[in-house]
Antibody
Framework: EVQLVESGGGLVQPGGSLRISCAAS????????MSWVRRAPGKGLEWVAH????????NYIDSVKGRFTISIDNAKNSLYLQMNSLRAEDTAVYYC?????WGQGTTVTVSS | DVVMTQTPLSLSVTPGQSASISCKSS???????????LYWFLQKPGQPPQLLIY???NRFSGVPDRFSGSGSGTDFTLKIGRVEAEDVGLYYC????????FGQGTKLEIK
């Protein structure tokens, strides 16, 4: 079964850090660009970042540049998002996706 | 950056009737390879998004044939024929020609 499973979300104070993960199974992980997409409370979907299969090309939405880092480990079939200097507006459900497959999401709450 | 604009932002539809959502991009989504990178997703309440249509008009596996996509360049449409109760949720268009961007979302409700 093709599956993406996110983990690592939680409550963090403003200015804090968190790393979320996405474990892939059922497909050749190293063959696809992978993205992180988020949905903040009461808002729509927002693409956050993506990474090329070999990890050599990455792009970010402007609001997270310099604070978030996307990475992959093809040996572990895993995608990561390191989030630093977190702000209240980063509060959202974060999904990993390759567009035709989505995880269930992991919730990140930034609050004091 | 490519800006995606959806209309309407909400729809209330009687079961069995059809519905249509428009999506306009701020620049053409036609790639030099001939493909147009426009997708449609549905996010049902409490669920992750699901892919409905890829590259303008191709239904994803398992998507009922009452969902259809059309358009070209900067103007695209998702049509839902014979709306059913299970179709409620938020519909999004998305482009991936450049760094991906989503439309604002269209909320479909059943009358």
């Amino acid at each position: 079964e093709v599956q993406l499973v996110e983990s690592g979300g939680g409550l963090v104070q403003p200015g804090g850090s968190l790393r979320i993960s996405c474990a892939a199974s059922g497909f050749t992980f190293s063959s696809y660009w992978m993205s992180w997409v988020r949905r903040a409370p009461g808002k729509g979907l927002e693409w956050v970042a993506h990474i090329k299969q070999d990890g050599n090309e990455k792009n970010y939405i402007d609001s997270v540049k310099g604070r978030f880092t996307i990475s992959i480990d093809n040996a572990k079939n895993s995608l990561y998002l390191q989030m630093n200097s977190l702000r209240a507006e980063d509060t959202a459900v974060y999904y990993c996706t390759k567009w035709d497959v989505w995880g269930q999401g992991t919730t990140v709450t930034v609050s004091s | 950056d490519v800006v995606m604009t959806q209309t309407p932002l909400s729809l209330s539809v009687t079961p069995g009737q059809s519905a249509s959502i428009s999506c306009k991009s701020s620049q053409s989504l036609l790639h030099s390879n001939g493909n147009t990178y426009l997708y449609w997703f549905l996010q049902k309440p409490g669920q992750p998004p699901q892919l409905l249509i890829y590259e303008v008009s191709n239904r994803f596996s398992g998507v009922p044939d009452r969902f259809s996509g059309s358009g070209s360049g900067t103007d695209f449409t998702l049509k839902i024929g014979r709306v059913e109760a299970e179709d409620v949720g938020l519909y999004y268009c998305m482009q991936s020609l450049l760094v991906p961007s989503f439309g604002q979302g269209t909320k479909l409700e059943i009358k």
